[in-house]
Nanobody, 115 residues
Framework: QVQLVESGGGLVQPGGSLRLSCAAS????????MNWSRQGPGKQRELVAT???????HYADSVRGRFTVSNFNAQNMAYLQMNMLKTEDTGVYLC?????????WGQGTQVTVSS
């Protein structure tokens, strides 16, 4: 198993930017899919962005063009760059890594977009 810790959340005004980090306890071996999802207040968890060990990325329609996901680097850090934030982006953001045998989750980091 790999432990994941998200950070970088906070309070930001609409139109602002924020970069979230997902720190892994070690290098993730083999094939995997890394997901960013969010849980808004009173809402179901939704998938925001994905990136594979091969480097392919996908985005939810609601964030495409505003968010950019990057894969784990040599320091075992992955990022979600969020630009042009909207109030509806508010929620707890979670980093998730799925391998053929394991499903790893972080604790989440709170993002609040408010004026």
């Amino acid at each position: 198993q790999v432990q994941l810790v998200e950070s970088g959340g906070g309070l930001v005004q609409p139109g602002g930017s924020l970069r979230l980090s997902c720190a892994a306890s070690g290098r993730i071996l083999g094939i995997y899919i890394m997901n960013w999802s969010r849980q808004g207040p009173g809402k179901q968890r939704e998938l925001v962005a994905t990136i594979t060990s091969a480097g392919g990325s996908h985005y939810a329609d609601s964030v495409r063009g505003r968010f950019t996901v990057s894969n784990f680097n040599a320091q075992n850090m992955a990022y979600l760059q969020m630009n042009m934030l909207k109030t509806e982006d508010t929620g707890v953001y979670l980093c998730n890594v799925k391998t053929p045998t394991r499903d790893n989750w972080g604790q989440g980091t709170q993002v609040t977009v408010s004026s």
